[in-house]
């Protein structure tokens, strides 16, 4: 389906040129038409853009609230533009807004807010606490090009503040605890990412994020985590499997008895087949590599870098 | 934007303080632009970007939740610790713990008020007030 911007209208006449079809690293094509106008007295540019493209919806499984961690501002400046939240609109609202991207938060599909959660007694991570067919309907009208009403939970209060108007941006990310837990928001995933933070990593996290808080001591925080493990375990990780990449963010081995986490191991694992798909490779796509840059040189910084690259299985699939 | 700036008042904060019905008039609205240069400490340390009375009460308020979300938790836990009370419990910490740490992120790194965008549209209210240390 198409959709067209209009930014002037004026009689069409004349030429008309389509551009080069552009590649991006994921490699799906967006065909643009633009036209040109040439009035008598000086040359004026009547642009119209028609993205002969539907919307491409990411879906990124994250445990670390929604829409401010670095890794998705990151994401959404290689994307182009810097992402804010929409302007004027409710304050708590989670969204982030690019030229050409948005990101919401799936916490906004919650279905019971703080006080209902905590009558029934469920966590947040409980598919129950979530409005699944509100999720699939909104996505699949935004992936179609068609604007939503999407409701707003609130972080602070705790509360679904009335909703706020979202409009199919050409990249859509949806981002939270679960984006490919429903079959059928799945299928209208273009591209899924899980971001697995190991349990000793997550811990130094927290602790480095909480313990500057009056409230908080180390034992709180690790009663935190331990009292969410279960039900992160069985109703969060398990999308893992399903996942088109997976960031896995690991202690280093590279230090022995390291507690302090300043030194991480990071693993891609990357999906073979998935449409448009070329998974990144070191050196040579077919090879299994191990290699330590400067590995018994002394001048080199402690405690230098290793990188591998091989093909594995993960859950039953080639990665 | 410098020109329309009236010569009593060099002081950004003293018209503030003559208003004190939180009404802000031409010359607040100008120093509340003059403001948008993060202010920073005499040793040259940047101060948080936190501009507005509404911002100043959120982090208050998340404060005093973390607090007494984390004694209700330990108070749950103690009678039945694999209850669903208890998981709970510490959801709601977590939730409100990440929620403080996102406004901690946005006023220390990216140095911006979350309300900033809201205030321009709506300068009367009280959130948006300016907020004086």
Redesign the interface.
């Known amino acids: 389906m198409a959709v067209c911007t209009v930014y002037t209208v004026q009689s069409l006449n004349s030429t008309c040129s389509i551009s080069k079809p552009t590649k991006t690293h994921l490699g799906f094509n967006q065909k643009q038409l633009v036209f040109f106008k040439k009035t008598t007295t000086r040359r004026t540019t009547t642009e119209i853009t028609c993205s002969a493209g539907d919307t491409v919806v990411i879906g990124l499984a994250a445990d ?2 929604c829409g ?1 961690s670095t890794f998705m501002r990151r994401l959404t400046s290689v994307f182009g533009g810097a992402a804010e ?8 609202s989670n969204t982030l807004i690019s030229d050409t991207t948005t990101v919401i938060c799936l916490d906004d599909y919650h279905s019971l807010d ?1 006080t209902g ?2 009558e029934k ?5 409980d598919p129950r606490a979530n409005n699944f067919d509100l999720m699939y309907e909104q996505v699949k009208a935004i992936k179609s090009g068609v604007a939503v009403e999407k409701p707003i939970y609130n ?2 209060t ?1 509360l679904i503040d009335p909703p706020e108007l979202i409009k199919p941006p050409k990249i859509f990310v949806i981002e939270g605890l679960h984006p490919m837990y429903d079959a059928r928001v799945r299928e209208l995933l273009d591209f899924s990412i899980y971001l697995d933070i190991s349990n000793e990593v997550k811990f130094a996290w ?1 602790i480095q ?2 313990m500057a ?4 001591s180390l034992e ?1 925080i690790k ?2 985590i ?3 493990k ?2 992160f375990d069985a109703y969060i990780d398990p999308q893992k499997q399903y996942a088109d990449a997976v960031i896995e963010v690991l202690p280093t081995q590279l230090i022995p008895d390291d507690n302090e986490g300043k030194v991480l191991r990071v693993r891609l694992i990357m999906k073979e087949g998935v449409k448009y798909f070329n998974p990144v490779y070191l050196f040579d796509e077919g090879s299994t590599i191990s290699w330590i840059p400067c590995g018994r040189k002394l001048t080199c910084s402690y405690p230098g870098i290793k990188f591998s690259y091989g093909p594995e299985t993960y859950f039953g699939h080639e990665v | 934007m410098a020109s329309s700036f009236t010569p009593m008042s060099l002081n950004p904060y003293s018209s503030f303080r003559s208003a004190s019905n939180g009404e802000i008039n031409s010359t607040k609205k100008i120093m509340i632009k003059m403001n948008m240069i993060t202010p920073s400490s005499k040793d040259g340390t940047p101060l948080k970007a936190m501009k507005f009375k ?1 911002t100043q009460m ?1 982090e208050k ?3 005093e939740m ?6 209700e ?2 108070q749950v ?1 103690g009678e039945d610790e694999t ?20 406004l901690r ?2 006023l220390e790194k990216l140095h911006q008020d ?2 900033e ?2 205030c ?2 709506n300068p009367e209210t009280d959130e948006c007030r300016i907020y004086e240390d």
């Open positions: 670390s609230g401010k939240p929409p302007k004027g609109g409710n304050p708590d703080r959660r905590k007694g469920v966590t947040a991570l972080h602070v705790g927290k994020r909480d808080e009056r409230g908080h709180s009663a935190s331990e009292a969410r279960p039900d | 509404g959120r308020k998340l404060t973390i607090e007494q979300k984390v004694v938790a330990n836990c209850s669903d009370e208890c998981k709970v419990a510490w959801d709601e910490v977590e939730e409100i713990s990440q929620a403080k740490a996102d992120l946005k979350p309300l965008s809201f321009q549209e």
